[in-house]
């Protein structure tokens, strides 16, 4: 018989990779602090043995052959069922501790998704100053676009409401998976907070899969590729507008000259500003068709989101 806490049914998810010296302990604080809730650990195709001390720990285990964080959190959506969705990494840097925190904020709230913003402990090694520098510039970014509300974007600890999970459409591949949760929350107009929760390094002798770099320009590529399909009018009036006054300047001179003396000698000149009203007109075209495709898939999106019954509010239980 499946247990309840306050009502709803609990899944903590953990996509993991080459995670056998720790992924034993994570299940065990999860579920020491959780016990009512089922504990879940997809394999991303690891060769190390995680999958086989994952199932020895207890916990339900799935397989994930396709390489890359976005696509075991496609599947983890995809495949399992339940009220409130704990999301964590399988490499012991999160605070298992704080979980029942997390889902209590989502639940007393009544909202969707609760990040647990990182604070560094311990020497603080794993989140390091170029990571913070990053995640401040992409978090930055974000909010000048889609609008403020998170300061910490890149975090993989997260509690999520049954509904925003089977909204979400999970595009990413890799690590820019917290992006996409970010901006479907700030488009999707859902409630969430912030908890601030404790961060630890690694253990001894693992390594973290985050390349700083190439991570990072995959974060920033799914930024902009997100602002061009959620934002298609900002996007195509303000390349539309800038050829346009290009396109006028390079015109000022011919006008000039044809005035002066009735000729057209920048003919070249003369055919590119053409060209160039001609395009500007297309993209604002673009931009009003665009924005009308865009504005029914999110009325879509947002009736198939409130389709789905929010957790159940249930007073906590007392603690012993």
């Known amino acids: 018989m499946t247990k309840l806490y ?11 990779y080459n ?15 959780l016990p ?16 086989a001390a994952a199932l020895a720990a207890g916990a339900i285990v799935r397989h994930v052959p396709q390489r890359g964080k976005g696509n075991v959190v496609r599947r983890q959506f995809a495949d399992v069922d339940a009220d409130v969705y704990v999301m964590a990494d399988g490499d012991g840097t999160y605070d298992a501790s704080q979980s ?15 990040v647990g913003t990182r604070r560094a402990i311990g020497d603080g090694e794993e989140y390091r100053p170029g990571h913070v520098l990053g995640n ?24 999520l409401s049954r509904r925003f999970v089977k909204s979400f459409p999970a595009l990413s591949r890799g690590f820019e998976i917290e992006t996409e949760l970010t901006i479907h929350a700030l488009e999707l107009r859902a409630p969430y907070a912030e908890v601030p929760t404790a961060y630890g390094s690694r253990i001894e002798g693992s390594t973290s899969k985050l390349n700083t770099i190439r991570d990072g320009f ?11 399909r959620e934002r298609p009018r900002q996007l195509y009036l303000s390349v539309g507008i800038v050829t346009a006054i290009i396109s006028l300047l390079l015109a000022i001179p011919v006008f000039i000259d ?4 009735g000729l057209v000698p920048r003919f070249p000149t003369a055919i590119l500003s053409g060209l160039g009203i001609i395009a500007s007109l297309i993209l604002g075209a673009m931009a009003a068709i665009l924005d009308s495709v865009v504005t029914g898939r999110r009325e879509a999106k947002r009736l198939r989101y409130l389709e789905i019954p929010a957790p159940r509010v249930e007073a906590r239980q007392a603690q012993s």
């Open 19 to 33: 995670e056998v010296d720790v992924i034993a302990s994570v299940i065990a604080a999860f579920r020491a602090a």
């Open 258 to 261: 044809y005035f002066e003396t």
């Open 36 to 51: 009512e809730a089922a504990v879940y650990v997809f394999d991303n195709n690891s060769s190390d043995g995680t999958a």
């Open 100 to 114: 029942r925190i997390l889902v209590d904020t989502l639940l007393d709230g009544g909202l969707d998704m609760v």
């Open 136 to 159: 401040k510039v992409l978090t930055g970014t974000v909010a000048n676009i889609f609008g403020r509300g998170f300061s910490d974007m890149l975090s993989g600890y997260r509690v």
């Open 6 to 16: 306050r009502g709803n049914s609990v899944a903590v998810i953990l996509p993991c």
């Open 218 to 228: 995959s974060i920033l590529e799914m930024i902009l590729r997100l602002f061009a």
